[in-house]
Each structure stands twice: as C-alpha cells, then as structure tokens.
C-alpha cells in the first residue's frame, strides 16, 4: 500500500460506549505502534507490537484500553466505557528493521 | 522517566532569518533523537535522526549531550518550513518514542 492507513478518520461517540479504531500497517512492517494526541500536547505512546514478540502495553492509561495484532498485519485499538478525557487523535505507526516510524493520518475520537 | 521538552509552542520568523527551535530532554542512558514534522493537511514524518548527521531541507540538529539537547537549526527560513515540529527520543533498545509537546513554526514573507 501507498501508507499506513486509519479508520475511521473520525469518530464520534457518547459517553459509555466502546469504540474501535482500526490500522492498517505498511506491508512488511514488523512492528506497529499506537499514539495518542490530545489537543495541544505532544503523542502519547500507547502501545508497541514487534512481530510475535508480547507487545510493550507500558503506554495504555487504563483497563479501558486494549489493542490487537493479527501477525504482522491489522492491529484494533479498542476504548471500553469511553470516558471525555480519551477524546484525542489516535495515531498509529509502522517501522522495518530500519526503525523509521511511518505514521498514519490519525483517528479524531469525540466523546460527548 | 524519560523527558522531551520543547519550550516554545510557537516561534514566528521572517522569511530568511536563521531559526532554532529549542528541544531538551532528560534520561539517564544514551538516547536516540528525532525530529518529525507535520505540514498543514499531512502526516507526521520524520524530518531527521541524530544518528544520521544529515541535514534534510537545509535543517540541521546537533546532540549535546552535555547540554541534554537536539536543537534544530535552519540559517536561513523559508516559507515552506512552516509547520509543527515535534522532538522525539527513544531509548536504548525500546524502539517507542517519548515526544514532546510541539513548536509551530510560522515563517512570515
């Protein structure tokens, strides 16, 4: 593919309810990366898949938080209960070997 | 903990003027350091690594590991530059980056 993609490029949601955003990596790469951005500060990092490797959890705020891979492909970063704070853009990520991050155009999440 | 600090969250100059935007950062090991930039509409890319020594559109960073910073250097801006840039570090063997909050750049005619 051309990028990293995202999707939905914008959700909005009411308070309570779970939400899913999904990314699609450069093929090839073997790891995967979520960020968040909150508005007007820098990313967050969330978590980190590395191929079969356990993935890095160290950056998710909450329980709320989980996310998947699917081997080196598809990977869901999943909100329960979504709460006002966890209103942000989510930024995924995928590098080679190389290490160079490649970075998607984000999901804005809205939660009212 | 490692730290990412950009102390300015927006730095105006005029076209030609040389441009530094300050990026400081706090850990204990030897990091690796980025700069990533976002024009108006795009995505976030990499604009250079410290382990590279390039300069990449004129911009150069040096790491002053005395100091604890990656500024970033252009002597010259120009309109084009204009943009958000984020310095970012990653520590040894863990490949995810700790960034700081932004400096929007504005480069004025």
């Known amino acids: 593919g051309a990028g990293v993609s995202q999707s939905p490029s914008n959700k909005v949601t009411e308070k309570g309810k779970d939400v899913e955003l999904r990314c699609d990596p450069i093929?090839?790469?073997?790891?995967l990366y979520w960020y968040r951005q909150r508005l007007g500060q820098g990313l967050e990092f969330l978590i980190y898949?590395?191929?079969?490797?356990?993935?890095?959890k160290s950056g998710l705020p909450s329980d709320r938080f989980s996310a998947e891979r699917t081997g080196e492909s598809v990977s869901t970063l999943t909100i329960q209960r979504t709460q006002q704070e966890d209103s942000a853009v989510y930024l995924c990520?995928?590098?080679?070997?190389?290490?160079?991050?490649?970075f998607g155009p984000g999901t804005r999440l809205t939660v009212l | 903990a490692q730290r990412v600090t950009q102390p300015e969250k927006l730095l105006s100059v005029f076209k030609g003027a040389p441009v530094e935007l300050k990026c400081n950062y706090s850990?204990?090991?030897?990091?690796?350091l980025f700069w990533y930039v976002q024009y108006s509409r795009q995505r976030l890319q990499l604009l250079l690594r410290?382990?590279s020594r390039e300069s990449i559109k004129g911009f150069t960073a040096d790491l002053n590991k005395g100091e604890t910073s990656f500024h970033l250097k252009k002597p010259f801006a120009q309109e084009e530059d204009s943009a958000m840039y984020y310095c970012?570090?990653?520590?040894?063997?863990?490949?995810?980056?700790?960034f700081g909050s932004g400096t929007r750049l504005q480069v004025q005619p």
């Open positions: 990520a995928s590098s080679s070997s190389s290490g160079e991050q490649f």
């Open positions: 093929s090839g790469h073997t790891a």
């Open positions: 898949f590395q191929g079969n490797s356990a993935p890095d």
């Open positions: 850990y204990s090991g030897s990091p690796e």
């Open positions: 410290h382990i």
């Open positions: 970012a570090l990653s520590r040894t063997g863990r490949r995810a980056l700790t």
